[in-house]
Structures are given as structure tokens and as C-alpha cells.
């Protein structure tokens, strides 16, 4: 599996340069993958898996399970630095643990199925019983596994969003709440606030950004069109969900200024990431405290 290290400074990131240098950058401190509910502010440096395959998508849009599987096998590897992905997950996850794995049913652009098979299996690998695994995304307020769950898996894929900017992890808890609606105003300026609530406060252990075909553009709420999905074939895997969502944001800025031809910024905008980082400390979306390893294909990465 190829590895490259994206070492992208500051200015680098935000004009969305395709080089970047190889090595680790130096001084970044290594980041444990068990959640620390004790943790009032967000690690000093988030690391953050990139990982792509060409061949993940066929040309018809069918999703290959295998090699989703052998991708979050991979990333999960390289974010915890374990030898195998069955010793990652048991130190992401407990054998007493009850694990909801947070997922999302938008009917144009679901979390496939082979990503949540994926992620159940390495739940199971760490030797947590079947019964003990819920994989959901509506009606959780009345959910008695994701009530009383000790740990999160949070997954969904990236979309530009009419309300927030984009469809991202850290908007994926909002069907935690009763009425989500409460949570719009401002282009949803306070949504790393549903990370603070008592069902979801310190239960995340794993983020998974699925990027596989996102959605670039709309118009109007709940809108679909097939010709603003692409095929960019990745997941993007952290511990931060802020992090992630900030190089999901920027590979989705990336390729609008691509296919529009000049740089066309998101409306509305997506300030809920930086909030989660500057105003809520949930995470890092400072470009200077993410350390981006890259794994697989790189051919148009739109970094």
C-alpha cells in the first residue's frame, strides 16, 4: 500500500496545492486512538488517514465490499500503529462495550453497506457481542442501545449541504436531538455543540468520512443530481472529527473550483468546522495541527 505523509503548510492547504513534501512532519506528538472523556480541549495534533482506490468504485457505481473492507483495514493500521487492524480495534474499542455505530440513511447518498459491514466487523474482531452493536441514524432519541451506549462510531458521507455548507461528521449526531431544526440557525454555526450532549459526550472512538462518491454541489434543500457526484474513491479516518471534516471540506472546495473553473465558495458556508475547533474545542480544523497521511491511489487527491 502506498504512503505518503503530507506534510501541507498552512498557505499550502488553503489554496489546495497537489504537492506536498514526504516524511513525517517533525515534532508532532503521536495520538492514542482511545477516546478521553476527561478531555477538556481538543489534542495539540490530529491525525488524519486519506485513503483511496481506484478500483473501489466500478464504472457502473457498484461499491466493491472487499476492498472497503481492506481500505478501513488500512486506514485504521496507520492511524492507531498496530500491527494488524484486529489489535487497532481492540484498542478503540472494549469487549464490554455497547457500540452504536451512527450511520446515515439520506436516500440519494447513504453510507453504503459495505462501510458499515466493515466497521461492525472490526467491532466484533475486538469482542464485543453482536447484540451489543446498533447500526442507526434516525429515531436514536428513542433508541435503547444508542441511550445507553458506551461508545461511537461515526459515520456518513460528505455532501455540500443547503443549511451547513457541507453534510459532515460532525452534523451527522444531529438526530440525537428531538428537533433538529433548533440547531439551523446560523448555517448551523453550533452543531459540535450535539457533541456534548450526555448520549454522545466522550463516546466517539472513530470517525469515518466516506469519499467515495460525494456530492460537490447543490441547489436547495434535500437536492440531488448525479452530475455533482463524483467518483473520488476514499475514506478519510480519525479520531477528530473536525479534522477530518476539515480535509473532507477542502477536497470538496477543491473540486468545485475544478469543475467550475474558478473558486466558487460554498453557500452557505461551512463555519460550523472552524467553530467546532475555535469556539467549542472539539477538534482541530487549523490546517497547522492535522498531520495528513495519505494512503493508496493519488491520482486528482485535491489537496
Not at 476492498?67 to 483495514?73: A, E, G, N, R, S
Not at 492507531?80 to 481492540?90: D, F, I, M, T, V
Request: proline fraction near 6%; hydrophobic fraction near 40%.
Amino acid at each position: 500500500m502506498h504512503e505518503e505523509r503530507l506534510s501541507l503548510t498552512r498557505r499550502e492547504f488553503m489554496k489546495g496545492a497537489g504537492s506536498a513534501a514526504l516524511g513525517i512532519a517533525a515534532g508532532l506528538p503521536a495520538v492514542s486512538c482511545r477516546a478521553d472523556e476527561a478531555e477538556p480541549t481538543p489534542p495539540s495534533t490530529s491525525k488524519v488517514v486519506l485513503i483511496r482506490d481506484e478500483d473501489v468504485v466500478s464504472e457502473g457505481g457498484a461499491i466493491d465490499a472487499q476492498l472497503v473492507q481492506q481500505m478501513l483495514d488500512a486506514a485504521v493500521v496507520t492511524l492507531c500503529e498496530k500491527p494488524s487492524a484486529a489489535e487497532c480495534w481492540r484498542d478503540i474499542i472494549q469487549p464490554d462495550d455497547i457500540v452504536g455505530i451512527k450511520t446515515n440513511v439520506w436516500q440519494y447518498l447513504p453510507t453504503p453497506d459495505s462501510v458499515n459491514d466493515a466497521l461492525r466487523n472490526g467491532v466484533l474482531s475486538a469482542g464485543v457481542p453482536e447484540g451489543n452493536i446498533g447500526v442507526a441514524d434516525r429515531g436514536l432519541v428513542n433508541n435503547e442501545l444508542f441511550q445507553n451506549s458506551t461508545a461511537l462510531i461515526n459515520t456518513r458521507p460528505m455532501r455540500t449541504h443547503a443549511w451547513s455548507g457541507v453534510g459532515s461528521l460532525i452534523k451527522n449526531y444531529i438526530t440525537f436531538v428531538p428537533r433538529p431544526p433548533d440547531y439551523h440557525d446560523d448555517a448551523c454555526a453550533n452543531l459540535a455543540t450535539l457533541w456534548e450532549l450526555p448520549v454522545t459526550r466522550g463516546k466517539t472512538r472513530l470517525n469515518v468520512l466516506v469519499m467515495l462518491t460525494p456530492q460537490f454541489h447543490n441547489v436547495g434543500p434535500h437536492h440531488f443530481d448525479a452530475s455533482y457526484v463524483w467518483t473520488y474513491g476514499g475514506l478519510i479516518v480519525s479520531k477528530d472529527p473536525v479534522a477530518a471534516d476539515s480535509v473532507g471540506l477542502r477536497i470538496i472546495q477543491n473540486k468545485r473550483q475544478q469543475v467550475f473553473g474558478e473558486e466558487q465558495p460554498l453557500q452557505p458556508t461551512a463555519h460550523h468546522i472552524a467553530l467546532a475547533d475555535t469556539v467549542h474545542h472539539l477538534g482541530n480544523a487549523d490546517t497547522n495541527n492535522i498531520e495528513l497521511v495519505a494512503l493508496g491511489w493519488d491520482a486528482d487527491m485535491l489537496l
